[in-house]
């Protein structure tokens, strides 16, 4: 029993003891919270910061200006595919080749039916000569005149028409060998050697790699405030690299993409990081006007502002005697340079962009102008 006694007395010494030293942890730590060093010199975005313009964000694709899947009027056998994917290409240079044995069968027969016809029109020619003297002689009739005009005009018609067949055998041996209509890349080969092409069927997909373009779908609430020639600022995801483009095409109508409206966006430069086929992030400023209603439904902020601890994103605010206050953040979509605030932020506080020195929960700080 006193064993017992003593047991209990001295864990309640040591839970007393224990307790006292955490008190004095916990003052210690509080007590390094406090700053008495110099004030941090910061500037602040938000509210006092300067708005310009709203933004309204879409989703896109890049793709080439010139693009076009090449095929044939002419049905034949592939003979030579000259191209691979990822080739360049200049205007002109041929891509493939068709079987062309049936024209060149057709182009005999058309020259034989032009010899044909010359030998027929200058044998009327020259009677039509002789009996319009005869007939100015008073040697020949009126009947007879007319015959034989009729003759070279037939004659003549029939000239005629064999060099236009020819012209036309002509035209068909151009769909016979395919050439590049512009400067670019193949980006896909449709059949091979040996395959049977038909009339419209794609044989090569040709891209203008010089100049790309974004195509973007925006909803119908803020496609009146996108106009032509204004300006874009695109995020390729996959690179992370930020473009600037101008609006070149705005459509209408949104008819045929499921209550959505096409905008096109032209590139003004890139790089060999940029290939047609990756998706962005765009964004369109709005006027000011427009910017209001904006804003009260999204709050963005600069991802340089952004403090990360782990699985935790917080940004630092302006407590009421100026000090540094860390709030913990929900956050979004990033657009460029831009992160979403989905909550613990509003569009009317103010919030630290830069600072001149390291903050932290208490720190006194001093708001440049």
Not at 299 to 323: D, F, K, R
Request: glycine letters at 8%.
């Amino acid at each position: 029993m006193k064993f017992n006694t003593i047991h209990k007395t001295t864990g309640i010494a040591f839970a007393l003891s224990t307790l006292l030293l955490l008190a004095s942890c916990g003052k210690e730590k509080k007590e390094t919270l406090k700053d008495n060093g110099p004030a941090i010199s910061v500037q602040l975005g938000g509210k006092s910061a300067e708005v310009t313009n709203g933004m309204v964000t879409a989703s896109g694709k890049i793709e080439a200006e010139n693009s076009a899947n090449v095929s044939t009027r002419m049905m034949g056998y592939i003979t030579k595919v000259h191209v691979k994917v990822g080739q360049k290409v200049s205007a002109g240079q041929v891509l493939v080749n068709v079987n062309s044995t049936d024209l060149q069968a057709k182009k005999a027969q058309v020259e034989a039916s032009i010899l044909q016809a010359t030998a027929a029109y200058n044998n009327a020619k020259k009677d039509y000569d002789r009996f319009e003297v005869l007939f100015s002689q008073q040697s020949a009739s009126q009947k007879e005149l007319d015959d034989m005009t009729s003759r070279y005009e037939m004659a003549k018609a029939g000239l005629e028409a064999a060099k236009q067949m020819r012209n036309e055998v002509m035209a068909q041996f151009s769909y016979t060998t395919i050439t590049a209509p512009f400067a670019g890349e193949i980006t896909n080969t449709f059949v091979k050697e040996g395959d049977m092409a038909n009339p419209g069927m794609p044989l090569v997909s040709i891209e203008g790699a010089t100049h790309l373009q974004v195509t973007a779908m925006v909803s119908e609430s803020d496609i009146t405030a996108i106009k032509n020639g204004s300006k874009a600022k695109v995020l390729v995801k996959s690179t992370q690299q930020e473009l600037s483009g101008t609006v070149s095409e705005v459509s209408s109508s949104a008819k045929n993409t499921g209550g959505q409206y096409l905008v096109k966006v032209t590139l003004n430069a890139t790089n060999n990081k940029v290939l047609s086929g990756m998706f962005v992030n765009v964004q369109f400023p709005v006027a000011k006007s427009t910017a209001t209603s904006v804003a009260s439904d999204q709050v963005l902020v600069p991802s340089s502002a952004l403090v990360h601890q782990g699985q935790l994103t917080g940004i630092y605010t302006v407590a009421n005697n100026n000090t540094a206050l860390l709030r913990w953040l929900r956050v979004g979509k990033s657009y460029g340079n831009q992160v979403e605030v989905l909550s613990g932020l509003t569009a009317d506080e103010q919030y630290v962009v830069a600072a001149e020195g390291k903050l932290f929960n208490g720190a006194k700080i001093q708001i440049k102008n």
